[in-house]
């Protein structure tokens, strides 16, 4: 499975992106599609997922109320709607997919596209 994502900009405080993750190659193998960011200096942490077939859903705590994640099954396409922005959210966001079951690992990733929010 291939992953591009695309969507990242410069907002500020209080302001909204989408971004979108379109996948390619053997998507008819996805069970899983998630978001991850990594901040300056920071690891990677987790955002949010949906399962690919029923869109079940679940978000890290700190992005809960805020972000959205969705997936358009026709397009191959999941997104991440985040509102209510904060300097925080400031990261490179990298869209992943686990094929096969819910213990395979993340091993298709995309490019990342970096959000910068501004105070």
């Known amino acids: 499975v291939q992953l591009q994502a695309s969507g990242g900009g410069l907002v500020q405080a209080g302001g909204s992106l989408r971004l979108s993750c379109a996948a390619s190659g053997r998507t008819f193998s996805i069970h899983t599609m998630a978001w991850f960011r990594r901040a300056p200096e920071k690891e990677r942490e987790f955002v949010a997922q949906?399962?690919?077939?029923?869109?079940?859903?679940y978000y890290a705590d700190s992005v809960k109320g805020r972000f959205t994640i969705s997936r358009d099954n026709a397009k191959n396409t999941v997104y991440l709607q985040m509102n209510n922005l904060k300097p925080e959210d400031t990261a490179v966001y990298y869209c992943?997919?686990?094929?096969?079951?819910?213990?395979?690992?993340?091993?298709?990733w995309g490019q990342g596209t970096q959000v910068t929010v501004s105070s």
């Open positions: 992943a997919a686990k094929s096969g079951s819910v213990t395979s690992p993340f091993a298709s």
């Open positions: 949906i399962n690919w077939s029923n869109g079940n859903t």
